[in-house]
């Protein structure tokens, strides 16, 4: 089992930023890759970037791609989310996830997830 905690949301205004965290506690010896999903109110959940085990590989969704930069310390443990030209649009809880699969942006593929931190950006 592997436990993720997210933290670092909040209420920003529009063209600002935000670092997201997620700290993983548990069977963190295996090699997982870890991804980051939001979703706003009444939309379904969406994929928004994910990093390989070793951080070498990232992937993005479209819509914060050159915005949001996602990175990893596997010596604490932790995948960041730093975002930044913050857009009324990216309002959403965002949950961190870990699964076996590098470049997974589907989230029935990932095995644990966060509860959520709120991210609300303000126009």
């Known amino acids: 089992q592997v436990q993720l905690v997210e933290s670092g949301g909040g209420l920003v205004q529009a063209g600002g930023s935000l670092r997201l965290s997620c700290a993983a506690s548990?069977?963190?010896?295996?090699?997982?890759?870890m991804g980051w999903f939001r979703q706003a109110p009444g939309k379904e959940r969406e994929f928004v970037a994910t990093?390989?085990?070793?951080?070498?590989?990232?992937y993005y969704a479209d819509s914060v791609k050159g915005r949001f930069t996602i990175s990893r310390d596997n010596a604490k443990n932790t995948v960041y989310l730093q975002m930044g030209s913050l857009k009324p649009e990216d309002t959403a809880v965002y949950y961190c996830?870990?699964?076996?699969?590098?470049?997974?942006?589907?989230?029935?593929?990932?095995?644990?997830w966060g509860q959520g931190t709120q991210v609300t950006v303000s126009s």
């Open positions: 990093i390989n085990w070793s951080g070498v590989s990232t």
């Open positions: 548990g069977r963190t010896s295996e090699a997982y890759a």
């Open positions: 996830a870990a699964g076996p699969y590098s470049h997974a942006i589907v989230d029935v593929v990932y095995d644990y």
